[in-house]
């Protein structure tokens, strides 16, 4: 157990190196931690790691899919939800099917229950990897969105799929009638039991007299509560989560009122998310060598053929699929022709945005070693070798073409949008507004006769009057920018100097340590504000 343990850390300490080196090179990091399996698994001498399979599905998804929803905004949901939904319903759907009978002609020994195994996992395009990919570039608010939306609700109903036909495979009987039935009963009550669960939480956030630590373990804590509680009852535990998220996400500004709150839960919930995508990668390339030698009498050549054909097939299904829902209600509706025709270069993006990750990864360790019976699980190393092959294409070549693609394609936001500096400015003085309506209305005595008060009501007044200056200005939006970017190095380059002088102040008596680490804080939170500007 000790050594497996100084194992995983070493392995994540060179995974990590990993990603400061796609940071240094601008490329996402989900990337590199593909890469970084398919090293691990060549590695020579590495001991094998067995873990229970049925461990890694309840440790890594719950947390995975509970905070793709915390993320996801209500607002473009609701706006977008049709998209969304053939997306994440039919497109996931379309993609199971066609991959489990193009799997049961092309590999030799596939039953359809193993290809509709195989369609769940690799069906569900990844949040992390396609967000991270298109970070800092210049796509469409709405792609991020379908995106994002589409990650979140095809996690879930591919999941589903997956486990009716592993149900399927194990119990060895499946009857279609009753598995649809089975199939709305189960997602159903795992909603329900979500939002039950969600607002159970709701409550004692709320009400309950916690700090930041504690909300912030208490938020780890309810995935899982959410998917234990709904698996007991034998419903969706997948549902169950995704649904809690989305109850807590939309309820997020009732019950974490506080600064601290809100920055220490972030904080936490980053690290959680990147070290589980890290250790799932891991143990992939743990697992690599042993995979390989349980393909049997199919040569690695073939598997990686298959895994290759599968993913052509995932990859021209999303292109044409996201084509035809663009376009299929024009070519019935008259009144849809008479809008405005989607751009050829976004659609391409968002078919093109179809990566693989963390998800399927996970999805597919969790498959059990054995069936009723005490045989071994068919075919599931090979299974197992590609996803990840299909993980590696989806990941590494549409991951690395896709900032290229869409310098080439010149994509437009499509919505009108402000500028994200503009949006800002536009908030911050908006809100300055209202504090002084605020103070002027119900604090007027105190704001006179209290220095620091009328000291902050002088500063609102002139950060209006900037913020003014700065919306109403002739300048283009690009030389705001580079204002913007001049302002934030200067800036960044004070607050060094200014930790470098507080790092002197811990050698005097003058000051004491608390003192200096909350001067410290105060500092961060400079930077914070300063990246949103």
């Known amino acids: 157990m000790h050594e497996n343990l100084l194992l ?62 915390w993320y996801t905004s209500w607002r473009e949901f609701k706006k977008w939800k049709i998209q969304i939904g053939l997306m994440a319903f039919g497109l996931v759907l379309l993609t199971s099917v066609i991959v489990a009978f193009a799997s049961i002609l092309i590999i030799p020994g596939f039953t359809l229950a193993l290809g509709f195994v195989l369609g769940g996992i690799i069906s569900p395009p990844d949040a992390v990897a396609a967000t991270t990919v298109l970070k800092g570039l210049k796509v469409p608010q709405r792609t991020i969105t379908i995106l994002e939306g589409e990650s979140l609700v095809n996690d879930a109903s591919s999941l589903i799929i997956f486990r009716f036909a592993l149900a399927a495979i ?19 009550m ?26 912030a373990t208490l938020t780890l804590m309810t995935p899982y509560i959410l998917f234990l509680t709904a698996e007991h009852f034998h419903y969706s535990g997948v549902m169950a ?37 890290a250790i799932v990668f891991i143990l992939i390339g743990l697992e690599l060598p042993v995979i390989v030698s349980g393909l049997g009498n199919i040569s690695i050549i073939n598997a990686i053929k298959y895994g290759v054909i599968i993913s052509l097939i995932a990859v021209c299904i999303r292109i044409l699929w996201v084509y035809l829902i663009a376009f299929f209600p024009r070519w019935i509706s008259k ?10 270069a976004n659609l391409f993006i968002i078919g093109w945005a179809g990566m693989r990750g963390v998800v399927s990864l996970a999805t597919a360790l969790s498959i059990p ?44 936001e499509i919505d009108p949008i402000l500028p994200q500096h503009e949006q800002n400015a536009g908030i911050r003085m908006r809100l300055d507004i209202m504090t002084l309506q605020c103070l002027s209305e119900h604090h007027s005595e105190a704001s006179k006769n209290n220095s620091l008060l009328s000291a902050y009501t002088e500063s609102l007044y002139k950060e209006i009057e900037g913020h003014q200056r700065y919306l109403t200005s002739n300048k283009v939006s690009h030389d705001k920018a580079i204002e913007l970017e001049e302002y934030r190095q200067v800036m960044r380059k004070v607050h060094e100097m200014q930790r470098e002088e507080l790092f002197k102040m811990k050698n005097e008596k003058t000051f004491t340590d608390d003192a200096i680490r909350k001067a410290e804080n105060l500092l961060d939170l400079n930077d914070i504000k300063l990246s949103g500007i």
């Open 190 to 215: 795992g909603i329900a039991v979500g939002i039950a669960g969600g607002y159970l939480m709701y409550i004692i956030h709320r009400f309950m007299p916690t700090s930041a630590a504690i909300d």
């Open 8 to 69: 995983i850390l070493g392995m994540l300490f060179l995974v990590i190196l990993l990603v400061m080196l796609a940071q240094k090179m601008r490329i996402a990091y989900p990337i590199f931690l593909v890469l970084a399996g398919l090293l691990i698994g060549f590695i020579p001498g590495m001991p094998i790691l067995k873990l229970d399979p049925e461990l890694i599905f309840l440790i890594f998804l719950p947390p995975l899919l509970y905070e793709a929803a």
């Open 335 to 344: 009144k849809k022709r008479q809008s405005p025709a989607p751009a050829l």
């Open 369 to 412: 070693l054995l069936i009723d019976g005490g045989k071994s699980f068919p075919q599931r190393d090979l299974i197992i070798f590609i996803t990840f092959v299909v993980i590696f294409i989806t990941l590494v070549f549409q991951g690395l073409s896709l900032p290229v693609l869409i310098k080439l394609t010149k994509v437009t």
């Open 241 to 277: 989560v995704v649904s809690g998220g989305l109850f807590m996400s939309f309820r997020a500004h009732e019950v974490f009122k506080t600064g601290e709150t809100r920055m220490n839960m972030i904080s936490v919930w980053h690290t959680v998310i990147f070290a589980m995508n």
């Open 170 to 188: 194990l119990t060895g009987s499946f009857t279609m009638h009753q598995a649809v039935g089975q199939f709305f009963l189960v997602a159903g």
